[in-house]
């Protein structure tokens, strides 16, 4: 058996709490544009959101997306990162809080959470697997009369295309709500 030359995948996404200062909203929404510009010129880079504050906040949370580590660290070391953050340095009052997640921990954190804590992998990964067994068995059974006769790795790209989505946006977010007096008590 021999070992793959390059190393292991893993999704990171990085996220970034900023306070603004008042009356440079405008300002940081127009960096925040500049900003998704250079993420997409990235290698890894798999997407970004904004949280906007609510009323009476300044609090903007940004998440950016990477396909490994590597990429992460790739754009947190780039020139064109620090310009960016030289740019926007007379719109915030602080940088909050700066966060790595590794994996699929995005999954598990409250998007409202003032401090972005995870719960112990133990924890993530049995509450993944009761959630992610049931969604694939299910899409299985309903893929299988119209995907029998394709090959093996067309079915399974077929299975995952409506499992990580159907995982994504709605049963992983129901399911971390339902548990989260267990996940983090």
Do not use: C, N
Not at 136 to 150: D, F
């Amino acid at each position: 058996m021999t070992l793959p030359s390059s190393p292991p995948v893993d999704p990171v996404t990085l996220v970034v709490r900023r306070r603004i200062r008042p009356g440079h909203e405008g300002a940081y929404e127009a960096a925040l544009q500049r900003l998704g510009e250079l993420l997409s010129r990235v290698p890894g880079f798999r997407g970004t959101g904004v949280l906007r504050p609510g009323d009476g906040s300044r609090e903007y949370t940004v998440v950016a997306r990477f396909d490994s580590l590597g990429s992460a660290a790739a754009w947190e070391l780039s020139p064109e990162r620090a310009l960016w953050l030289d740019t926007i340095a007379a719109l915030v009052d602080d940088q909050l809080s700066f966060e790595r997640q590794p994996g699929l921990d995005f999954w598990f954190t409250p998007p409202a959470a003032p401090l972005l804590r995870q719960p112990p992998r133990w924890k993530m990964a049995a509450l993944t697997l009761l959630v992610l067994y049931p969604v694939s068995v299910g899409v299985s059974l309903l893929l299988l009369p119209l995907v029998s006769a394709w090959p093996l790795p067309l079915r399974a790209l077929a299975q995952m295309l409506l499992v990580v989505p159907a995982m994504t946006y709605v049963f992983m977010p129901l399911a971390t709500r339902a548990a989260g007096r267990w996940l983090t008590p």
